[in-house]
């Protein structure tokens, strides 16, 4: 397994960028700024972005940049008083409540950017070979069988079987699904995407049962054979988890404040293809963050060229 690429913002730092929530300013009063905040979330697609947008932004644009941990929550508040300057990865099924309060909102100071690229998905997700074993496991209704569940089950959920989700802080609905469909399921939680991938690589390695909250893109379907359950509509006949067209957010003072930034973030956008030879770099080679991205960078100049504003 390649070494943790993310840890969440320490709590003292949480708060206060939170406490400045309250008492930030949305303008930059015509000051010059030459140091740009990104928000880097924990979980690694969005780590390639950033550190690609962070390499350019200082070798090609000449400003300093500045990372901070942050999950995809906290980050609004702090983007919409200026505190942190731009988010690269969201992934709007999870955010119509904040879109409404930073985005729609007259008096809120977060602007969208537009589109990344990449098409993103979230669900669930089993071994090949238990649908292979076990046919009717390709359905969520599977699981309101006692005994079919039961496969998945764990020391830590008893008779139900495990659904194993990453970081409490992310996007979820999954009791929702278990509720509504009454399946004999319960929630554990492995912490992160590396503990997630640490499951699938214990499991297949035994050809063990294992079901997971899990997302495209990412490199960790070039190395498992996974099948995404299908999962039935919400009581409103709508997806759980309808396609996610990934988008960029950023406060809007950086449009006076640092134009040439605000361009290049708006510009930055690449094909899920991009993004996935860093993560499989990542994933599966080795590499650091910063080396895969500086390696996409001398590979691609035709595609990241486009972004510098003229």
């Known amino acids: 397994m390649r070494k943790p690429l ?75 008083t200026g505190d942190l300057h731009a988010s690269l990865e969201v992934w709007p099924s999870g955010h119509a409540d904040n879109r409404a309060d930073f985005i729609d909102n007259p008096d809120g100071n977060v602007v969208d950017a537009g589109l990344l690229g990449p098409v993103g998905q979230i669900g669930w997700y089993l071994p090949a070979y238990m649908v292979d074993q076990h046919p009717a496991l390709a359905t969520a209704e599977a699981f309101t069988d ?19 989700h990453g970081d409490p802080s992310w996007v979820s609905f999954e009791q929702d699904l278990i509720d509504d469909v009454g399946m004999h399921l319960e929630i554990v ?75 290049f973030l708006h510009n930055f956008n690449y094909s899920t293809a991009d993004q996935v030879s860093m993560l499989g770099a990542i994933d599966g080679e080795g590499k650091s963050v910063e080396e895969a991205a500086a390696d996409w960078i001398a590979a691609n100049e035709a595609t990241w060229s486009a972004w510098i504003p003229s």
């Open 189 to 263: 939680y492995a912490g992160s995407e590396e503990a997630l991938l640490a499951a699938f690589d214990g499991a297949f390695a035994r050809d063990e049962a294992v079901l997971a909250y899990f997302w495209t893109p990412h490199s960790a379907f070039s190395s498992f054979d996974l099948v995404e359950l299908e999962l039935p509509p919400d009581p409103d006949g709508n997806k759980y988890y309808p396609p996610d067209n990934l988008f960029k957010i950023v406060w809007a003072g950086l449009e006076d404040g640092a134009p040439n930034a605000w361009a």
């Open 146 to 164: 006692a005994e079919l569940a039961g496969l998945f089950a764990t020391a830590e959920t008893g008779e139900a079987g495990q659904i194993l």
């Open 6 to 80: 993310w840890r969440l913002a320490a709590g003292v730092a949480v708060l206060g960028l939170l406490a400045g929530a309250c008492s930030g300013d949305a303008d930059s009063g015509g000051e010059e700024i030459t140091t740009i905040k990104l928000v880097a979330n924990p979980w690694s697609g969005s780590a390639a972005n950033i550190e690609v947008a962070k390499q350019l932004l200082e070798s090609e644009l000449g400003y300093t940049v500045e990372v901070t941990d942050l999950d995809e929550n906290a980050q609004w508040a702090a983007i919409n």
